[in-house]
Nanobody, 117 residues
């Protein structure tokens, strides 16, 4: 099993910035990708950014050029730097870890990001 704990989030004005972090514990050696998804009220959960441990990073179309995902030196931590935030970025942001052999997905508890106009 893998446990994920997120930090960050909160309320920010449009055009502002926030940084999220997520730390994995447990069977972290089985993970081959970590990243972020988000879910706004009444909408499906969508990809924000995923970092493959092969070095690749995939971003959702709506955040390209504004958000940057990265891994920490400890490798079991990922960050999401969110710049030029828009009201439509308001959502619960979930940390995600993907397990290579079992194809399991693990999720954090979610952290609320609210962008006011």
């Amino acid at each position: 099993q893998v446990q994920l704990v997120e930090y960050g989030g909160g309320l920010v004005q449009a055009g502002g910035s926030l940084r999220l972090s997520c730390t994995a514990s447990g069977n972290i050696f089985s993970i081959n990708a970590m990243g972020w998804y988000r879910q706004a009220p009444g909408k499906e959960r969508e990809l924000v950014a995923i970092i493959g441990f092969d070095g690749s990073t995939t971003y959702g179309d709506s955040v390209k050029g504004r958000f940057t995902a990265s891994r920490g030196n400890a490798k079991n931590t990922v960050y999401l730097q969110m710049n030029s935030l828009k009201p439509e970025d308001t959502a619960v942001y979930y940390c995600n870890a993907k397990q290579a052999l079992t194809m399991n997905n693990f999720w954090g508890q979610g952290t609320q990001v609210t962008v006011s106009s």
